[in-house]
């Protein structure tokens, strides 16, 4: 079993005046494929809050879902933090997203999320809307336990 946790950025959701919906059907679809989601913060679209907590949670977790903060407004900074605090990008999640996401809206072109590994922790930007977060984990869920395997120094072979 995996350790998970969630990161929602939302202004409007940290000072309590919106449900977070996106977060919890990112922790539903985590705890049906087996995923332990030890921590689950809302947070306001803060560069410093977010690099912070990107950087504490990747010595302790597995998986960190980011959700919100992915698009083209000033304040979406989810995608630029992450990139800061990444040792290598994995290109192919965001775009297996992008790709699938394209086939539903055009708009889904203008998402900047992005994956990549911190130490032996996988990090996945997501979309804010609760549909787009069970669309986009929908594509990737699949590939996450693997991928968590190989981070962490798996020798097993890729090929099937």
Known sequence: ???????????????????????????????SKGFRVVRY????DE?????EL???????VDLIITNGGTGLSPRDI???VTSEVI?????????AMRFEGLKKTPRAMLSRALAGVRGECLIVNLPGSPKAVKEGLDVIIDVLPHAIEKIKGSEEECAR
Do not use: C, F, H
């Open 54 to 60: 990107l950087t504490t949670l990747s010595e302790t």
């Open 78 to 80: 989810t995608p630029d």
């Open 1 to 31: 079993m995996y350790s998970a946790a969630i990161i929602t950025l939302s202004d409007r959701g940290s000072r309590g005046e919106r449900q977070d919906l996106s977060g919890q059907t990112v922790k539903e679809i985590l705890e």
């Open 41 to 44: 913060e809302i947070i306001p």
């Open 47 to 51: 560069r410093s809050q977010l690099k």
């Open 87 to 95: 040792d290598r990008e994995i290109p192919g999640i965001a775009e």
